[in-house]
């Protein structure tokens, strides 16, 4: 057999392209902003591209992380694409920017499941390095995310769950639970008892005439949101005199409602009285319940929280009972305009509205921080919050830029202050495709009406 013979020169070259190769190191991939629990292409429906002032800021500038919590997948993904788009816009008006600090973001999705929600945000402060977060959407997840931000002393602004159970938490350990500084929505019975006002002012009027019994079914999400509310409007209808005949909660991604819509039909009921967060689910409920032939005066709570209600109902929201803000400025149309310019969806006040003005508020603390101290920490928003938000020092209205309430004061936190001229809803009734105010009395623009 022959044998190759190498020279030493052949060798020593050899040798010096096995060091290059070992110690070369691959591209580095380009950086921009996180995502935890980032969704699949399958699930995402017309995310937004990432935006690129996001990028990870140049060496030696001054960082602060946010978190973004919201339904980016699942469900109510829907609302999720509203809360993005919304908080880019209020960023980019910004460029990104508090003082000498880069703002980056991490885009956490709950997936509209509190264990999910939990796991997202821990790792977006262990391993992404979040110092406050902003926005979220379902009530459970806030519940169970008040345990990261305590754990961690994260700051959490604007949380749309408005169920009693985080007034509770923060209420009996404020100290703790206190990171979960403001709520975008307060508590349900706050703004359930709209429902009854106006219900009661049409039966005085002469406009609704349920007769001397007032039967009533609760229904809604099987979430700690659909019970909060179920459980405050039952309550605030009984003290007027009307009778609960029955309650029917059901998971959240249901679509299927005939069996339920049928026992409601034979009940002979004046009124059914619900909520849902998921667009899929409540759409499904009203088309259904106009299929069977249900006759009673529906009030759907949230119906109306993605633009494209109408486009999933059509007629069947025709007499659906509401409670929506509206777009009543020069600067909500013209918001309203350029989220749909960019986002290529319609915005509803209460989910893109709503969690535009979150966002504007958390960018005024920080700035308002910023100006202060000096430096953006965890520490020295939440000397803010406790300082200013929660004495009322520091609010957000109509002359800052607020586009859907009056003012958004958090004076007696967690919740905001609900009233005119602060945080309200008027009544909604739907009627091809128009929502008409029918409460209260100074914006009734029609009377309430019953189907034929």
């Not at 829907?78 to 000498?100: K, P, V």
């Not at 119906?303 to 209600?309: A, P, R």
């Amino acid at each position: 057999m022959k044998v190759r013979r190498f020279t030493p020169l052949f060798l020593m070259l050899l040798l010096i392209a096995l060091v290059v190769a070992c110690t070369a190191q691959p591209e580095a991939e380009p950086a921009g902003s996180d995502t935890v629990d980032e969704p699949t292409e399958a699930e995402t429906v017309d995310e937004p591209e990432e935006p690129a002032a996001e990028e990870e800021a140049a060496e030696g500038d001054n960082v602060f992380t946010i978190g973004v919590l919201g339904p980016f997948t699942g469900p109510s993904a829907r609302t999720g694409q509203e809360f993005q788009t919304s908080a880019e816009m209020a960023l980019e008006n910004i460029d990104y920017t508090i003082g000498d600090y880069t703002i980056e973001v991490v885009w956490i999705d709950s997936q509209s499941d509190p264990e999910a929600a939990t796991r997202a945000y821990e790792e977006a402060i262990v391993q992404h390095g979040v110092q406050a977060g902003v926005l979220n959407w379902h009530s459970s997840v806030s519940v169970a995310v008040m345990e990261i931000t305590a754990n961690h002393q994260v700051p959490h602004f604007f949380g749309f769950g408005a169920t009693e159970l985080v007034n509770e938490k923060f209420e009996a350990e404020q100290e703790r639970y206190g990171y979960w500084a403001t709520k975008g929505w307060p508590t349900p019975d706050k703004l359930s008892q709209n429902y009854v006002t106006a219900l009661e002012d049409a039966i005085a009027a002469g406009e609704f005439d349920p007769g001397d019994e007032k039967r009533v079914a609760i229904y809604g999400e099987d979430t700690d949101w659909g019970r909060s509310f179920g459980d405050g409007i039952a309550g605030q209808l009984e003290a007027v005199g009307w009778e609960v005949v029955d309650y029917q909660y059901f998971p959240i991604d249901q679509t299927e409602f005939y069996p339920l819509l049928n026992r409601f039909a034979d009940l002979d009921l004046d009124l059914i009285a619900g909520t849902s967060t998921a667009p899929p689910s409540l759409s499904a409920f009203i088309k259904q319940a106009d299929e069977v032939g249900l006759n009673s005066l529906i009030i759907a709570d949230g119906l109306g929280w993605v633009g494209e209600w109408y486009e999933l109902t059509g007629a069947s929201s025709n007499y659906v009972l509401d409670q929506i803000p509206g777009w009543t400025t020069e600067a909500a149309l013209e918001f309203a305009e350029a989220f749909e310019a960019k986002g290529n969806i319609v915005p509803s006040p209460s989910s893109g509205g709503l969690s535009y003005d979150g966002m504007n508020f958390f960018i005024k603390v920080l700035q308002d921080t910023y100006d202060t101290y000096g430096e953006l920490s965890n520490e020295t928003v939440f000397q803010t919050v406790q300082e200013k938000v929660w004495t009322g020092e520091l609010t957000y209205s109509a002359e800052d830029g607020a586009i859907v309430m009056a003012e958004y004061d958090f004076s007696q936190p967690p919740d905001p202050i609900v009233g005119a001229g602060y945080y309200t809803f008027p009544v909604l009734q739907y009627m091809d495709g128009e929502g008409q105010t029918v409460w209260p009395p100074e914006f009734k623009e029609t009377e309430l009406q019953m189907k034929p």
